[in-house]
């Protein structure tokens, strides 16, 4: 018997999920769910495997056309057959969308079904119980649970066996039959079922590092285009200030602008293909430039030696995000920026912390960095009498 999942495609109402053999509390999905699982396209691997396995009921169907009666008991007996058959096939799809307790209910059911041939195969019906070990298998039970049901199914095989047709070595046969490929089955649904759910997780942890890279790409495009931004405002404000009093400083500040304009789209591309890096010394370097523009007062560190090399990187996130803010929302005169080997602090003399600082979309991207590199961030009023930014790496 074959039962290896398939992806099916997407049919109406469905999301075309592959089809799975799974252990009750696995993920579900709709291709799981009755009535769907009845006749999915990926149902369908079940089907045929198992249709296969059927062939062993002709001989019992040769039996039942051998000890019936008349035309009536033979129409009657023939329709149980195929009753039991079809009760095969659809106890697996079945028992898949159901709890442990469903899916001992469907392997009772079908164990009960094999009793209505007993007017004609007395207990003969013995070897139908191969089919029920084979969906107690299939359900995929715990195993404290899957081998006393299959050995049991064995040893009421051998005593009925035993009791009708005597105590000799042919008595085995059906018995051993009975455990081993039920065994065997649920053991490969076993196997199955951890495939799957290996498949699953594999495809969580994708859709979670998309979604991490996501939020990369929106923190970085964030952090770029508000600093460059930033930058851009003020100097364009500067230029038209000065437009008709010093032209020739006012073409300079246009140029810069430009500038600006162009490495922050340089920087866009860079963070989309994932190359971009920042470096606390072009920062710092940006800083004073920005601030300048600002006119604000720019206390700034001539040298990054005390920053580790591997935490560079952040620092230049954490100056970057600091003066931003300074530039955008503090209306202060001065800012100092500090670096030390586990600390570095942005701090301002301006208004100070206000209620919705700690959730602004650039400090939330910055925590997150933070935070993931293994720091802490915290804000509050410095000082100088301002705001402060301060990150402990």
Request: charge should be positive; glycine fraction near 10%; hydrophobic fraction near 50%.
């Amino acid at each position: 018997m074959h039962a290896t999942p398939r992806q099916g495609r997407p049919d109406a109402g469905t999301a075309g999920r592959p089809w799975p053999v799974r252990r009750h509390g696995a993920a579900t999905w709709a291709s799981s769910r009755l009535p769907w699982a009845l006749w999915s396209r990926a149902a369908l691997s079940w089907y045929v495997g198992a249709g296969v396995a059927l062939v062993w009921l002709v001989s019992l169907a040769q039996e039942v056309v051998v000890r019936s009666a008349s035309p009536a008991s033979l129409t009657i007996g023939l329709l149980l057959v195929v009753v039991f058959a079809l009760s095969f096939l659809a106890a697996a799809p079945i028992a898949w969308t159901l709890d442990n307790r469903g899916r001992l209910v469907v392997c009772a059911a079908l164990f009960a079904i094999s009793f209505t041939l007993f007017p004609w195969l007395g207990w003969g019906i013995a070897a139908m119980w191969t089919y029920v070990g084979v969906i107690v298998g299939m359900c995929v039970f715990p195993w404290q649970w899957t081998w006393p049901v299959i050995l049991g199914l064995g040893v009421l095989a051998l005593v009925t066996n035993g009791v009708t047709q005597g105590w000799d070595e042919n008595v085995l046969w059906v018995p051993g039959i009975i455990v081993s490929i039920s065994l065997m089955m649920a053991s490969f649904a076993r196997t199955t079922a951890t495939m799957n759910q290996l498949r699953h997780a594999q495809k969580q942890l994708e859709a979670l590092a998309v979604e991490r890279e996501r939020g990369r790409v929106a923190r970085d495009i964030h952090d770029i285009l508000g600093h460059s931004l930033t930058v851009v405002t003020v100097k364009a404000e500067l230029a038209g200030r000065l437009v008709d009093v010093d032209p020739q400083r006012a073409k300079a500040e246009i140029a810069e602008v430009e500038a600006l304009a162009r490495g922050a789209l340089a920087d866009v591309r860079a963070t989309v293909a994932g190359v971009r890096t920042v470096n606390v010394s072009g920062e710092l370097a940006a800083a004073r430039a920005a601030l300048a523009a600002a006119g604000i007062a720019a206390e700034v560190p001539s040298s990054t030696d005390a920053v580790p090399t591997g935490r560079r990187e952040l620092a230049g996130w954490v100056v970057r995000e600091g003066v931003t803010n300074v530039v955008r929302h503090s209306g202060a005169t001065r800012c100092r920026i500090t670096l030390g080997r586990h600390e570095v602090e942005v701090a301002d003399d301006g208004v100070g912390p206000s209620g919705s600082s700690a959730g602004s979309t650039g400090l939330v991207g910055l925590r997150e960095r933070v935070e993931a590199a293994g720091g802490r961030l915290t804000i509050g009023r410095s000082d100088l009498g301002g705001f402060s930014l301060r990150v402990t790496l």
